[in-house]
């Protein structure tokens, strides 16, 4: 029997394109290769690294375990069954996280729907829930068990990167509607919030999910939506008059990149401006941040909004 043939370039992706599907940084990778022996890229004639398929799906799961608390050491050097079997292969709503099993019967329409690749069908039964709960319960009860249970899905496997993309392209669209509909922002009260995310950081969902919550408090919500330069940050907090910055993370950060970013952004607002983060960078959980606030929850949104005017007002 002869040998399988090498997996061949072509087929291969290079560092910055595993860097934005796997949340691994360029560092990370060539780190773990020389100190793990994993992963093993490919050259190509510029003697460039280019990652197979199935060593992307591996570093997606070792990613994935990270997040729950594994050291890399640990699982590196584990096949892919073996990752799986730690995430558990058979993933249901039973395994993911609390929230979405809480609110597993809202939630698996949607799931059904992009298993199916069914746009449309996608669309019609989140407006559905929105209708029947109101945005607040419908960000908190449908979008953010969604999101987590899509991640979990992705990350083992179960759900392709296009069809990911397919979830956040139409529930984004469903948020900016509900948006659309909820008034004159002239009308609105304080505080003004100013919305985005840092660069590199492209996920913009979560800026519309915080959005939604926070214009239902009353506020009024200023977005630039994702990527924007600290000091643009900071030049559109002082042009809008705004009262807060609110800045919203993924996974994707890195731990350097995201107390950077933070201590320069605190350090060039006014002292009277707050600065709020959230997401699920476990970073920003990990210490307290002088002149910062972290909120971990979405439903806890509602008191950060009391207690601010309560202090301020």
């Known amino acids: 029997m002869s040998s399988p043939a090498p997996q061949s370039p072509q087929a ?44 992307v799906r591996r570093l997606k799961l070792i990613k994935r375990l990270m997040d729950g608390g594994y050291r890399p050491g640990k699982i590196a050097a584990l096949e892919e069954q073996q990752l799986q079997e730690l995430l558990g292969h058979k993933i249901n709503l039973s395994t993911t996280k609390k929230e979405s099993a809480q609110y597993q019967e809202n939630i698996e329409p949607m799931l ?47 759900f392709e990167i296009f069809e990911e993309h397919l979830y956040t392209e139409v529930v984004s669209n469903v948020l900016r509607t509900c948006l659309s509909t909820l008034g004159n922002p002239r009308l609105k009260q ?37 990527q924007t330069p600290i000091s643009d940050i900071v030049r559109a ?3 809008h008059k705004v009262d807060v910055v609110a800045l919203s993370f993924s996974n994707l950060n890195t731990p350097a990149s995201v107390q950077t970013s933070l201590r320069t952004l605190r350090s060039e607002l006014p002292v009277e401006t707050s600065v709020w983060v959230g997401g699920a960078c476990a970073t920003l959980y990990q210490k307290s941040w002088e002149g910062i606030t972290a909120l971990k929850e979405l439903s806890g949104i509602h008191g950060l909004v009391s207690r601010w005017r309560e202090t301020q007002l």
């Open 112 to 158: 059904n729907a992009i298993a199916a690749h069914d746009g449309e069908a996608l669309r019609e039964a989140l407006l559905h829930a929105q209708m029947r709960l109101g945005l607040g319960r419908f960000v908190i009860q449908v979008i953010a068990p969604l999101t987590s249970a899509v991640g979990e899905l992705w990350a083992t496997g179960r």
């Open 190 to 226: 304080k505080p003004k919030i100013l919305l985005t995310t840092i660069p590199q950081e492209a996920h913009g969902l979560g800026l519309l999910m915080v959005e939604s919550l926070l214009v239902q408090e009353g506020c009024q919500c200023v977005s630039l939506g994702t």
């Open 12 to 55: 291969a992706i290079p560092i910055l394109a595993v860097e934005h599907e796997t949340g691994l940084s360029k560092d990370t990778l060539r780190v773990w290769e020389k100190r793990y022996g994993f992963p093993r890229p490919l050259r190509n004639a510029a003697d460039d690294r280019l990652y197979p398929p199935e060593q």
């Open 237 to 239: 907090a002082q042009a």
